[in-house]
Every structure is written in structure tokens, then in C-alpha cells.
């Protein structure tokens, strides 16, 4: 069983920056190919950033495009997500996931992640 638990989640003002990580365990985590959502209220669930491989290769949703990156840390076993120029439509319930081993690589489908996080809350101010 993976196991997956976000932090780093707060209160900044726009264009302000923001460190969110996820914490994995239960299996070799350099196997691993993860991905980050969100949750705005009264909203659906959406993609965010992803890696297309356990290893690498990053690809983000057009909305964060240039402004946050995904990276991880496999000294510490985390998933990290750096936000910079944070705007008021970024605010959201982050969540770090999963993708499934049979997953298309390159898919931006909530369907194709499981061993979901928590979730992280995120409020940027304007």
C-alpha cells in the first residue's frame, strides 16, 4: 500500500511563493510516477503537474505553465511542488497522487491516479 501525505499548504498574498511536498512511502518510491491536483470550491478536481515517467520528464497545466514546478527529492522520498506568482485563482485544496501502473503517460485524467493524499490547503489573497 502507498501512503501519501501533503504539507506546506498556507495563507500568501498575490504573487507570493509557496513549497507544498508530499511525503510517500509503502514502496520503492523511485519507481513511483506522480502528479498533482486541486479543488477549488464548488469546483472540480483538476490536474496541475505531473511527471510522464517515474524519473522525469514534467508536464503542467496550461493555468501554472512557467510558474510552478514539480520535483523530487528522493533523499527524503517526497514529490515537491514549487508555486511562484501565486494568483487568487490558484487557491485550492492541493492534492499529490498516484498515476496507475496501466496509465497513458502524459494523462491529465483524475481517473488515472489512486493512493491519494489528504490534501493541502492553499489561500492566496489579492
Known amino acids: 500500500q502507498v501512503q501519501l501525505v501533503e504539507s506546506g499548504g498556507g495563507l500568501v498574498p498575490a504573487g507570493g511563493s509557496l513549497r507544498l511536498s508530499c511525503a510517500v512511502s509503502?514502496?520503492?518510491?523511485?519507481?513511483?510516477?506522480m502528479g498533482w491536483f486541486r479543488q477549488a470550491p464548488g469546483k472540480e478536481r483538476e490536474f496541475v503537474a505531473g511527471f510522464k515517467w517515474s524519473g522525469g520528464g514534467s508536464y503542467y497545466a496550461d493555468s501554472v505553465k512557467g510558474r510552478f514546478t514539480i520535483s523530487r527529492d528522493n533523499a527524503k522520498n517526497t514529490v515537491d511542488l514549487q508555486m511562484n506568482s501565486l494568483k487568487p485563482e490558484d487557491t485550492a485544496v492541493y492534492y499529490c497522487?498516484?498515476?496507475?501502473?496501466?496509465?497513458?503517460?502524459?494523462?491529465?485524467?483524475?481517473?488515472?491516479?489512486?493512493?491519494w493524499g489528504q490534501g493541502t490547503q492553499v489561500v492566496v489573497s489579492s
Open positions: 497522487a498516484r498515476r496507475r501502473d496501466m496509465a497513458v503517460v502524459g494523462t491529465r485524467s483524475e481517473a488515472d491516479f489512486d493512493s
Open positions: 509503502g514502496r520503492t518510491f523511485s519507481r513511483f510516477p
